[in-house]
């Protein structure tokens, strides 16, 4: 089965950086999605990763370590409109179309 | 840049009523999903579609549900006989045949009375 954890809500200041833990149990492994969330509004795709390391892609970068089943998302420069749920989702290894499999999500609250 | 695209953007029902959700994939892509969000809840997979046929589905995809592409570019999912339950929001996803990421449209928010 696949079970994905990660913290419930978090707090920052505009302009500070903030970093989004996800840890994941798969029984196998095909990548990891970061979305972003605004309220009543569809995920949006953030970053896919597959290989360890850090990918950095503007403001946002995203880190993946396979041994330890972990990632972050990482915001620099925090901008009121950051104020958003951040999803970790694993594609669900095996299946016929890689159904993702998301967390609960991470709701940020971005403050002057 | 292409989107997914999903009508209507609302939907007020009465329980015991079908209703049709439609979404327009982005227009080379080959797998079609439907995902579901209960207010504060995480969004769950329902189905997956590839070459006119479901791939997938999970637990919640009972007989009340179903999904067909009618003419080549709509992709709908249609729901028997709603519950208060059902009260969701309803987001299509799409992707192409090499890449993993999704793309999701706007979603639909069925509201069953």
């Known amino acids: 089965g696949q079970n994905i954890d990660q913290p419930t809500e978090m707090t920052a200041t505009e302009g500070a950086i903030v970093q989004i833990n996800c840890t994941y149990q798969t029984s196998g492994f095909n990548g990891l999605f970061w979305y972003q969330q605004h309220a009543g509004e569809a995920p949006t795709f953030l970053s896919y990763?597959?290989?360890?390391g850090l990918e950095e892609k503007g403001r946002f970068s995203s880190f993946l370590s396979r041994s330890k089943g972990y990632s972050y998302l990482l915001l620099k420069e925090l901008q009121m409109k950051d104020s958003a749920s951040y999803l970790c989702?694993?594609?669900?290894?095996?299946?016929?179309?890689?159904?993702?499999?998301f967390g609960t999500g991470t709701l940020l609250a971005v403050q002057p | 840049e292409p989107e997914v695209t999903q009508t209507p953007s609302h939907q007020v029902t009465q329980m015991g009523q079908e209703v049709i959700l439609r979404c327009v994939p982005i227009?080379?892509?080959?797998?079609f999903y439907w995902y579901r969000q209960i207010l504060g809840q995480k969004v769950e997979f329902l189905v997956s579609f590839y070459n006119n046929e479901i791939s997938e589905k999970s637990e919640i995809f009972d007989d009340q549900f179903s999904v067909e592409r009618p003419d080549g570019s709509n992709f709908t999912l249609k729901i028997r006989s709603t519950k208060l339950e059902d009260s969701a929001m309803y987001f299509c996803a799409t992707r192409d045949f090499v890449k993993e990421t999704q793309y999701f449209g706007p979603g639909t928010r069925l509201l069953v009375l």
């Open positions: 989702a694993v594609p669900n290894y095996g299946g016929a179309t890689n159904k993702l499999i």
């Open positions: 990763n597959v290989l360890d």
């Open positions: 227009s080379n892509h080959l797998y």
